[in-house]
């Protein structure tokens, strides 16, 4: 069992910025992937941002060039840093860990940070 907690989120206004982050405990195997995926009203859940414990990340193309996710491997955390926040980004954020690094679909979830960017 691995377990995910979640910090961060919150309201903030179009242009600003937010830090996501998501600890994981457990049985946290050498091959695997942590990151983050999220769920707007009445759409599919979404992958936003996963890296690899051996370091390759993969970006939703809506998110490129600005968010960014970064690990800190003593603490396994995994954290989503996220400027110039739009309207449309707005949703429940789900920190995942999958087991290996190939694609999939995750094997834990988090129980899902809100984010709201409005005016």
């Known amino acids: 069992q691995v377990q995910l907690e979640e910090s961060g989120g919150g309201l903030v206004q179009p242009g600003g910025s937010l830090r996501l982050s998501c600890a994981a405990s457990g049985n946290i195997g050498s091959f695997h992937a942590m990151g983050w995926y999220r769920q707007a009203p009445g759409k599919q859940r979404e992958l936003v941002a996963r890296l690899t414990s051996g370091g390759s990340a993969d970006y939703a193309d809506s998110v490129k060039g600005r968010f960014t996710i970064s690990r800190e491997n003593a603490k396994l955390t995994v954290s989503l840093q996220m400027n110039s926040l739009k309207v449309e980004d707005t949703a429940v954020y789900f920190c995942?860990?999958?087991?290996?690094w190939g694609p999939g679909q995750p094997d834990y979830w988090g129980h899902g940070t809100q984010v709201t960017v409005s005016s």
């Open positions: 995942m860990y999958k087991r290996g």
